[in-house]
């Protein structure tokens, strides 16, 4: 079955009833979780971005937290999976400033595991590669923003060339 454009898409819904149109909400929401999870932050989260980072960032230090930090593998593996959900929760966000906030979060918590990013490139590069993000985002924002980021960013870059 081949899927429709989001063109396609727009013209159709245009056509349906109220209704119509929350049965097939709520029908996306029960098909999957993060189809659920989008329409949660788009109902209850998107007018209050500062408490959605918040939560967010209080997940993030929760799941390092709980890493098994047996091993450098077990750590990677982990991070992998923790960078995995802050993606996602940039995606629903779709603000700079949000992407920026979740970024220099989760690079200050791995850089907790600095023991484990001399031992594994693939966390060295992880870091590298999330700080270098950052900076990228620091371009799209408004000056005065870009300073005050930029501040809380020279820590995470000294900590970069580091490694």
């Known amino acids: 079955m081949l899927s429709a454009t989001v063109t396609q898409l727009k013209n159709e819904l245009k056509h349906l009833e109220k209704g119509e149109l929350m049965e097939l909400c709520l029908r996306l929401a029960k098909f999957k979780k993060e189809n659920k999870e989008l329409l949660s932050y788009l109902l209850f989260e998107a007018d209050d971005e500062a408490h959605f980072v918040d939560t967010i960032k209080e997940d993030i230090t929760a799941d390092f937290n709980s890493i098994n930090s047996s091993s450098a593998y077990l750590i990677k593996k982990s991070s992998r999976r ?41 966390l060295g590069n992880m870091y590298r590669t999330q700080v270098k993000q950052v900076e990228k985002c620091l371009t799209k924002v408004h000056e005065d923003l870009q300073y005050d980021y930029h501040d809380a960013l020279v820590p995470l870059v000294k900590h970069r060339e580091y490694y």
């Open 82 to 122: 923790i960078l995995k959900d802050v993606k996602k929760y940039i995606r629903y966000s779709k603000k700079v400033e949000t992407e920026i906030e979740l970024l220099m979060h989760f690079c200050r918590e791995l850089g907790k595991f600095s023991y484990a990013m001399r031992q594994s490139v693939v």
